[in-house]
């Protein structure tokens, strides 16, 4: 564990000063295109239960979340995977279509690193009304930090349904190692580079 955070804290260190000039463009063309806010806070559960807010790049228009829980159709697609299916969502913007496709909005979650709510592998950090649907494993899944990249990340993330997203979450945490980490952090790169990701 003394390895993991060592890992955590000097790479989120690195990205953040390396990506600075990405950062800063992404948040001057959201700006740009629909104006503030630049980034999106959700609720997310941490280890132990404890709540922290995620960050990630606005991808979408302002008044999103309260469009999508108006529209009854859309609720329900979101409450399926607490995931709009990209094909049915026409609240995300043209600049947030791209963030989303490469990963980009997903970089912000590097303060999150650094400030200790998450590191840079783990289960997904679910929002809390999602917990409940990891049954008896729910304990498990909270016993440990959550991850800005996982083994679904790597294995077809929008390919993957619940069942086997939540599988996978459970598997790492059983399995977990320095070694899987980094083998799973050099995916999550070349994933990144070639699109597929």
Known sequence: MVLKRILDLSLAFVGVIVLSPLFLLCAGLILLE?????FFFQERCGRNGKLFRLRKFRTMVPDAEARI?????LERLYKQKFKLPEDVDSLITPVGRILRRTSIDELPQLFNVLAGDMSLVGPRPVVP???GRYGDLKDKVLSVTPGLSGLWQVSGRNRVDYPQRAWMDVYYIDHQSFWLDVKIILRTVKALLEGSH
């Open 129 to 131: 009304q999602e917990i």
């Open 69 to 73: 829980f108006s529209d009854p159709e």
């Open 34 to 38: 629909s104006g503030r806010p630049v």
